[in-house]
């Protein structure tokens, strides 16, 4: 398995130990490797390809290329974005993701019962329904909700005493398109729920490790 980092639209870096030395030294660990990379068309090289927190726009003729590799090859693209819109990223992400039924709305996700930190937008959740495998308990800080349209697949979603700011329960915090090539885009509210904050804490690593090799 070989997943490429997205290096060209300004995301958040692998290489910033800080923040995602935990996820680059498991995927290591697993012989899984990962590799931050800088050149857009060298993307589709890997098998994974992770756009997170991606500030600047795409292209469209890059729009068109990650439509090609959806539907043509079988690639697992995954877009993470933050909540409220922060840096512009759900506007970005949506740029490529709402063609395929998958919005990232300008909100915020609250529970004010199940959250650590005291703080209630670092939620955490047990309603997982895919790439579920050793995951009971996931923690899902600071992510936007997801609107999605049928044939469309909820991976994550709040609990019941979850809240999105215009008020809908339980929403969609991660989903994924399927395509007939084997091809998965998946898009995710937040872009911290594997970083070094998040990664060790409740069933993260699991939850991050299906996420990219595909273990349902």
Not at 72 to 80: G, M
Not at 126 to 135: F, K, L, T
Not at 147 to 169: C, F, N, P, Q, W
Request: aromatic residues 12%; negative net charge; charged residues 30%.
């Amino acid at each position: 398995m070989r997943v490429a980092w997205s290096a060209t639209h300004q995301e958040f870096l692998l290489s910033d130990g800080y923040y995602f030395s935990g996820l680059y030294r498991e995927l290591s660990k697993r012989e899984i490797l990962i590799e931050e990379v800088d050149d857009f068309d060298r993307l589709f090289e890997y098998d994974v390809i992770i756009f997170n927190y991606p500030e600047n726009t795409f292209e469209q003729e890059e729009k068109e290329k990650i439509k090609r590799v959806l539907e043509e090859d079988r690639k697992r693209i995954i877009f993470t974005a933050h909540f409220r819109g922060k840096d512009g990223v759900a506007e970005v992400c949506n740029g490529i993701v709402k063609e395929f039924g998958i919005d990232i709305l300008k909100e915020a996700v609250r529970d004010e019962l199940n959250h650590l930190e005291d703080d209630s937008l670092i939620i955490t959740t047990d309603n997982v329904e895919r790439y579920a495998s050793g995951v009971k308990e996931v923690v899902f800080p600071y992510s936007a909700p997801l609107s999605v349209s049928d044939g469309v697949e909820s991976i994550l979603k709040g609990r019941d005493t979850a809240v999105s700011d215009s008020g809908k329960r339980s929403p969609v915090l991660v989903a994924q398109k399927s395509f007939e090539s084997g091809s998965r885009l998946i898009v995710c509210g937040s872009c911290i729920f594997w970083d070094n904050f998040s990664l060790f804490r409740l069933d993260n690593l699991q939850f991050a490790i299906n996420l990219i090799l595909g273990s349902e």
